[in-house]
């Protein structure tokens, strides 16, 4: 099975800063990665696509990005609403495979 | 809108059976394939089967495989989960989510234990 190896699994966040979360994959992926923002008791919701693209009505502050076997969700402008847990997916093959998850906390 | 709702879930003893639906709406269900993904309490997400649109295919992780049966009936625009021979780690929040993973269920809730 394909590894999707996330980091940080936690971080200490302030609003208004700009966070990275990053994802390795443990073979080639291709385009075929997802992020979603879960918040607690909720659905997980799909932020990002095909590594890079934006689902519908994410706010422009979220962004994906990709180099190589590393796959990045980058979030500008921290807002309040972003304090969540993230996690990635790999789809390219089955299984499909999430990473373990990275818990955003308030300073 | 797309809706996905998910029922039948509960508790129940180990090595006893519960099968969960989810009634899909606001989209061509017969046209897309499907998928459970469940998440035990304050883990990550993991991917339990899929299906394809027709239903002629069926995928399973390693640890479900011969003990959950994932189903479809296009003409209900449902998908089930027949889960059996259930564990204490099967204990999770399932969701039934399109498997292109973009829209998803509230989620329901399974728990195993004696």
């Known amino acids: 099975d394909i590894q999707m190896t996330q980091s940080p699994s936690s971080m200490s966040v302030s609003l208004g800063d700009t966070v990275t979360i990053t994802c390795r994959a443990s073979q080639d992926v291709g385009i075929y990665v997802n992020w979603f923002q879960q918040k607690p008791g909720k659905s997980p919701r799909r932020m990002i696509y095909r590594a890079t693209n934006l689902a519908d009505g994410v706010p422009s502050r979220f962004s994906g990005s990709r180099s190589g076997s590393d796959y990045s969700l980058t979030i500008s402008s921290l807002e309040s609403e972003d304090v969540a847990d993230y996690h990635c997916?790999?789809?390219?093959?089955?299984?499909?495979?999430f990473g373990g998850g990275t818990k955003l906390e308030l300073k | 809108e797309v809706q996905l709702v998910e029922s039948g879930g509960g508790l129940v003893q180990p090595g006893r059976s519960l099968k969960l639906s989810c009634a899909a709406s606001?989209?061509?269900?017969?046209?897309?394939?499907m998928a459970w993904v469940r998440q035990a309490p304050t883990k990550g997400l993991e991917w339990v089967a899929s299906?394809?649109?027709?239903?002629?295919?069926?995928y399973y992780r390693d640890s479900v495989k011969g003990r959950f049966t994932i189903s479809r009936d296009n003409a209900k625009s449902t998908l089930y989960l027949q889960m059996d021979s259930l564990r204490s780690e099967d204990t999770a929040t399932y969701y039934c989510?399109?498997?292109?993973?973009?829209?998803w269920g509230q989620g329901v809730m399974v728990t195993v234990s004696s």
């Open positions: 299906i394809t649109n027709s239903g002629g295919s069926t």
């Open positions: 989510t399109r498997d292109l993973f973009d829209y």
């Open positions: 997916l790999q789809y390219d093959e089955y299984p499909p495979t």
């Open positions: 606001g989209f061509t269900f017969s046209n897309y394939y």
